[in-house]
């Protein structure tokens, strides 16, 4: 098994974080590499103690990332609850046990801070990614809805 590093992002990690939110048939369209609004986007992230943009490093490249949210709210009596978003492996090392790393590591993550659940939601077109994520214990319990603006 490859085995990664996993660490928070650096503002130097901006770039081929976004070259891999980019490669990616959804991302293609939605991201623009080079536009500064992702430094501003990486400070704000960067000085909030809830939120962990995590890199998986390996032989010095990075490989893979995901950001990790955690959300304090009243219910199920004051749970912490912890969100992931924005998974990906680089194109060219998909399907070898990368991604698994990553999603196993942001769950313990979330138990070690005390989280009461972990939740995620992925595009109902991504049949692949909706089996890696059951395969690594989620459910399909929820519909998700979003608004986009
Ligand atoms: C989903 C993703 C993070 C999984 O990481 P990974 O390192 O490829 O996953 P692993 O090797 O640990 O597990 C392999 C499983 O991932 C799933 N998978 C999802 N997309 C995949 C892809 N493009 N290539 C290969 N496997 C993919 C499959 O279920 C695969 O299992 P299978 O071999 O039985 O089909 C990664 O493939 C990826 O970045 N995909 C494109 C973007 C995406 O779908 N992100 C999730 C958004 S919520």
């Known amino acids: 098994m490859t085995v990664i590093i996993i660490r ?7 770039e081929d974080i976004v070259a891999m939110l980019a490669d990616d048939p959804l991302g ?3 991201e623009r590499p080079g536009d500064p609004r992702y430094a501003e986007a990486f400070a704000e992230l960067d000085a ?5 943009l995590a890199v998986a490093e390996l032989d010095g490249e990075l490989v893979g990332t995901l ?7 009243l219910s199920r009596v004051g749970a912490t ?3 992931i978003e924005a998974v990906r492996v680089r194109s060219d090392l998909r399907g070898g046990g990368l991604g698994k790393q990553l999603v196993e590591w942001a769950i313990d ?3 070690q801070a005390g989280c009461a659940l ?8 991504r049949a692949k990614a909706h089996r890696f994520y059951e395969r690594l214990g989620f459910q399909a319990s ?5 608004l986009v603006f």
């Not at 909030?48 to 962990?52: L, T």
């Not at 939740?119 to 077109?125: K, N, V």
């Not at 929820?142 to 979003?146: A, F, L, Q, R, S």
């Open 67 to 73: 950001q990790l949210t955690f959300i304090p709210g």
């Open 48 to 52: 909030d103690p809830r939120q962990v």
């Open 28 to 30: 293609a369209s939605r």
């Open 142 to 146: 929820h519909v998700g809805m979003k």
């Open 8 to 14: 928070p992002a650096r503002s130097a990690d901006v």
């Open 81 to 83: 609850r912890a969100l």
């Open 118 to 125: 972990i939740q995620l939601t992925t595009d109902a077109s």
């Open 109 to 111: 993550e979330a138990k």
